[in-house]
C-alpha cells in the first residue's frame, strides 16, 4: 500500500508505525494518510538521538534501559551502521536495573555491541562485574563518570557509534564525551 521512509531504527519502530497506521485506519484515516505523517515524523527525543559526532565518532543517546529495549536498540543501529564499530555504554539506572533484576539477561542483550562499557556507581547494589566478565574481553567497567569519559574518548577512533543507554540524564555524559572528543581532536 507504500512505503514509509523516515530516519527511525529498529523493528520497534516498525511496529509502532504499523500500530498507528492500524489505530489511524480504525478512525478513518486512509493508509496513504498516515503514511505521508509518517515520513514527517522525526523521532522524540531520547531515543536513538545523534547527540553529536567528531572526528568521524558518533555518540547517541538512547532510553533504553532494561535487556528487550537494549538489544532492539543496538539492532537498530547495528542495521543503519553495517560494520562500523559500535561501542554500547549502560547505566544500570532504574529500579530494576538498580535491584538486579536483569542481571541475568543483561550481557545477552548487549552482545551485539562490539564494545560495552558498564557504569557501576558506589550504589548500585549488585556487582556489575559477573556482567561485565560474561561479556569477555570486549566488557569493561566504569566505577566514576571521570573513568568511563577518559575510557571512551581515549577508546573510541573514527567511524565508531558510541550508543550511551540511560532512562536518564547519565551525568551529563553525552556533553563531557564530546568535549573531551573535541579536546582529543585539537
Not at 89 to 117: F, N, Q
Given at each position: ?122 550504589d548500585l ?12 574481553g570486549k ?48
Amino acid at each position: 500500500m507504500g512505503t514509509v521512509r523516515w530516519n527511525l531504527l529498529g523493528a520497534h519502530n516498525a511496529e509502532n508505525a504499523l500500530a498507528a497506521i492500524g489505530s489511524a485506519r480504525h478512525v478513518g484515516i486512509t493508509v496513504s494518510q498516515s503514511i505521508a505523517a509518517l515520513a514527517e515524523f522525526k523521532g522524540v527525543k531520547r531515543r536513538m538521538e545523534l547527540r553529536g559526532e567528531v572526528g568521524g565518532i558518533a555518540v547517541y543517546d538512547d532510553f533504553a534501559h532494561h535487556p528487550t529495549a537494549i538489544a532492539s536498540t543496538i539492532d537498530g543501529l547495528r542495521r543503519k551502521v553495517g560494520g562500523k564499530r559500535i561501542i554500547a555504554v549502560l547505566e544500570p539506572r532504574s529500579a530494576t536495573m538498580k535491584m538486579g533484576v536483569h542481571r541475568e539477561t543483561l550481557a545477552p542483550s548487549l552482545a551485539a555491541a562490539d564494545s560495552v562499557w558498564m557504569f557501576a556507581p558506589p550504589d548500585l547494589g549488585w556487582d556489575a562485574g559477573g556482567v561485565v566478565a560474561e561479556l569477555g574481553g570486549k566488557g569493561r567497567l566504569a566505577r566514576s563518570l571521570e573513568e568511563l569519559v577518559d575510557g571512551l574518548a581515549g577508546n573510541s577512533r573514527a567511524g565508531d557509534q558510541v550508543l550511551i543507554m540511560s532512562n536518564g540524564g547519565f551525568g551529563g555524559l553525552h556533553g563531557k564525551l564530546l568535549e573531551a572528543l573535541r579536546r582529543q581532536a585539537s
